[in-house]
């Protein structure tokens, strides 16, 4: 099982992003996907997810309005759209694979918000 995530850069205040992850190893079109984030010293947190249909979304507050997640059943594909961002998105970026019985995490990519 391999989740890759891609696509981390430094970007200044109010600029875009989008960030990848490219899954191999299992039934990518069976399990619930999502993008969380961790800051160093904080708790790793969720900041979108969506169903194996890719019908179903949420986004924490924080970054509703200005997130897009989605998804690629057919390139086993998971992506996250990032718009207005702001320092405070500053951090690393983990997508996660999850069915009833696995949890799989990506390493994580970096994303920095600075002028």
């Known amino acids: 099982v391999q989740l890759v995530e891609s696509g981390g850069d430094l970007v200044q205040p109010g600029g875009s992003l989008s960030l990848s992850c490219a899954a191999s190893?299992?039934?990518?079109?069976?399990?619930?996907m999502s993008w969380h984030r961790q800051i160093p010293g904080k708790e790793r947190e969720l900041v979108a997810e969506v169903s194996t249909a890719g019908g179903d979304t949420y986004y924490a507050d924080s970054v509703t309005g200005r997130f897009t997640i989605s998804r690629d059943n057919v390139r086993n594909r998971l992506y996250l759209h990032m718009n207005n961002l702001k320092p405070e998105d500053t951090a690393v970026y983990y997508c996660?694979?999850?069915?009833?019985?696995?949890?799989?995490w990506g390493q994580g990519t970096q994303v920095t918000v600075s002028s």
């Open positions: 190893g299992f039934t990518f079109s069976s399990f619930h």
């Open positions: 996660k694979a999850m069915d009833r019985d696995h949890d799989y």
